[in-house]
């Protein structure tokens, strides 16, 4: 008797592990812009500006029409790296292919800044690269642990 109530609780408490794992994986479905505006604050956009759908293409190549959203901003002075490009995929099968198009361009910012730019190599390596379900997020800012924690919070509500 006393190992069936033993078994009993740890069946009880391993069902409680498995679905408190599950849920925490969750990714909430939100509008794009009210995720943007969840993520991008005013104060972050001094210096920078929003960037055309040609910039984009040109940029990462990514075809902005065949996402469910896409903005990136960019720093208006060209020794600026300050990036910030957010996506929602239309399917998850495509974020791989967003993922790669955001680590060549770091490659290449990193091989243009490398041996001169020194701060500009700094906020490359700091730089932050977040996937969660549909949505991605690319940053390269001084305050890239500030919009982690945007990016999940908006996520995990």
């Not at 210096?47 to 208006?76: F, H, P, Q, R, W």
Request: aromatic share 10%.
């Amino acid at each position: 008797m006393k190992w069936l109530f033993v078994k009993a609780v740890l069946i009880v408490w391993l069902f409680m592990m498995i679905v408190g794992f599950v849920g925490k994986n969750h990714v909430n479905d939100i509008d794009f812009d009210t995720f943007v505006n969840s993520i991008i604050k005013e104060e972050h956009k001094t210096g920078m500006v929003e960037c055309s759908t040609l910039k984009i293409k040109e940029v990462y190549g990514i075809n902005k029409d065949e996402c469910e959203g896409c903005v990136l901003y960019m720093a208006e002075d060209t020794m600026d790296v300050r990036e910030i490009l957010i996506i929602k995929a239309s399917s998850e099968s495509q974020i791989e292919s967003f993922k790669t198009s955001i680590e060549q361009r770091l490659e290449k910012q990193k091989k243009s800044f490398d041996g001169y730019g020194i701060e500009q190599t700094k906020l490359l390596n700091d730089s932050v690269i977040k996937i969660k379900g549909k949505y991605v997020m690319f940053v390269v800012n001084e305050n890239t642990q500030q919009f982690e924690k945007a990016f999940d919070d908006v996520l995990m509500k």
